[in-house]
């Protein structure tokens, strides 16, 4: 138990579906992230939400629509997604200063996505 | 941008081997951290460092952060079979955070 929760596990979806992520932390923290882990490649900073403000956006496309409401969730919104868009998508959440990011990070279990 | 390399990218061992990973930055960091992914788990934090020259230790890991805050490295004496997962830097700057590629460590018995 890592005090982060990420539904659904796995999922497979068409090209052409809606989908949504959806990441809940426990851990008072007041900044989430959504990641991105493709086989040998390293970990992708997709989305920065610190204090309910997005403050990091590492061009991703479109498709990908983030979403956190407050401090304890956040959703990642799929639409007209692409086969290369398979991969485990990792939330993550930390306890930051205003104006800045690196404390620890506690990350979920993942949602493995698989686009067919 | 800032950019972190990380080497190697494998590294096999025989279980009481010793083991490093290193991270290098193309800027100057406030701060850097470690990370631990077991085979089909999620990155757990080990430990943050960020004071130039910073060196820390846990058990048998030590972490170090240079004097010019651009490089670290994680070093394992006498690897064990619990040591086998992908060990990722991940360098913070302000709002920029940037995880290294990973080292896979796998130990032989």
């Known amino acids: 138990e890592t005090g982060v929760t990420q539904t659904p596990r796995h999922l497979v979806m068409g090209m052409t579906n809606k989908k949504s992520l959806k990441c809940e932390q426990h851990l008072g923290h007041n900044a989430m992230y959504w990641y991105k882990q493709s086989a040998k490649k390293p970990l992708e900073l997709m989305f920065v939400y610190s204090l309910e403000e997005r403050v990091e956006n590492n061009s991703v496309p479109s498709r990908f629509s983030p979403e956190c409401p407050n401090s304890s969730h956040l959703f990642l919104h799929l639409h007209t997604l692409q086969p290369e868009d398979s991969a485990l998508y990792l939330c993550a959440s930390s306890q930051e200063s205003y104006g800045e990011l690196g404390q620890p990070q506690h990350f979920g279990d993942g949602t493995r996505l698989s686009i067919l | 941008g800032q950019q972190v390399m990380q080497i190697p990218q494998y590294q096999h061992v025989q279980e009481g081997e010793d083991f490093t990973t290193y991270c290098n930055s193309s800027t100057t960091l406030s701060n850097i951290q470690w990370y631990k992914q077991r085979p089909g788990g999620h990155p757990v934090f080990l430990i943050q460092?960020?004071?130039?020259?910073e060196v820390k230790k846990q058990k048998r890991l030590t972490f170090q952060f240079g004097e010019a805050k651009k490089n670290s490295s994680l070093h394992i004496t006498a690897t064990q079979t619990t040591d086998v997962g992908t060990y990722f830097c991940l360098g913070g700057s302000n709002y920029k955070l940037t995880f290294g590629k990973g080292t896979l460590l796998t130990v032989n018995p």
């Open positions: 460092l960020v004071k130039s020259g």
